[in-house]
């Protein structure tokens, strides 16, 4: 079946760092890639979705120059938190879909704590 | 606004009964359906799906129904069994377009052995 794969899958680190999680589809090629944030009990949300070589799209009230993301390749998307604060601390999601009517696949997530 | 809801946060069943989880949706436009399932720390792994032109999909011990005109879809799990133990997502999509996923706030299933 198909694989995602998000690194790293446990961040801690000081206020100011700046934060980069990727996120591979590991035996299909990702046309699209999307970003979800989850607080704890409450459903993911999605913050932007990304098509391969193309600036990703964000949703609204999420800061795109906070998150940046890049979709370099078909494989490989990234989502980069600058400049982190305690309030970014969450559980940071990716998920990638392939052509045609695919439903998107996700990875392991990443729990961020920002001290 | 919440554009789809899982109005109960937890269910409990008996090992080998059937489990029925709900969803409810407010915007017509969608019309893909899906459901998820997530265990602590993994992310959530695609279950199963239905269109808005069926109003049933089945695969295996998973059985989705839709109603277009309840906004309301459901997931049955017949056996449950302790496995099954998780969370479950439903998410909510206008198939054209983005494909983006709107999300369920998630109900979590107790298979009691």
């Known amino acids: 079946g198909a694989v995602v794969s998000q690194h790293p899958s446990w961040v801690i680190c000081k206020s100011g760092t700046s934060v980069k999680i990727e996120c591979r589809s590991l035996d299909f090629q990702a046309t699209t890639m999307f970003w979800y944030r989850q607080f704890p009990k409450q459903s993911l949300m999605l913050m932007a979705t990304?098509?391969?070589?193309?600036?990703?799209?964000?949703e609204q009230g999420v800061e795109k120059d906070k998150f940046l993301i890049n979709h370099a390749s078909l494989t490989l998307s990234t989502l980069t938190v600058t400049s982190a604060h305690p309030e970014d601390s969450s559980f940071y999601i990716c998920s990638a879909r392939g052509h045609g009517g695919q439903p998107q696949h996700f990875g392991d997530g990443t729990r961020l704590s920002i001290l | 606004d919440q554009q789809v809801k899982q109005n109960s946060p937890s269910l409990s069943v008996q090992e080998g009964r059937i489990s029925i989880l709900n969803c409810d949706y407010t915007n017509s436009m969608f019309d893909y359906f899906l459901w998820y399932k997530k265990y602590p720390a993994e992310g959530p792994t695609f279950l199963i799906s239905i269109s808005s032109i069926k109003d049933k999909n089945e695969d295996g011990r998973f059985t989705v129904f839709l109603n277009k005109s309840a906004k309301h879809l459901s997931l049955h799990i017949v056996p449950s069994q302790p496995g099954d133990s998780a969370v479950y997502f439903c998410?909510?999509?206008?198939?054209?377009?983005?494909?983006?996923?709107?999300f369920g706030t998630g109900t979590r299933l107790k298979v009691l052995a």
């Open positions: 998410a909510a999509s206008e198939a054209s377009g983005t494909y983006k996923y709107i």
């Open positions: 990304s098509n391969e070589g193309s600036k990703a799209t964000y």
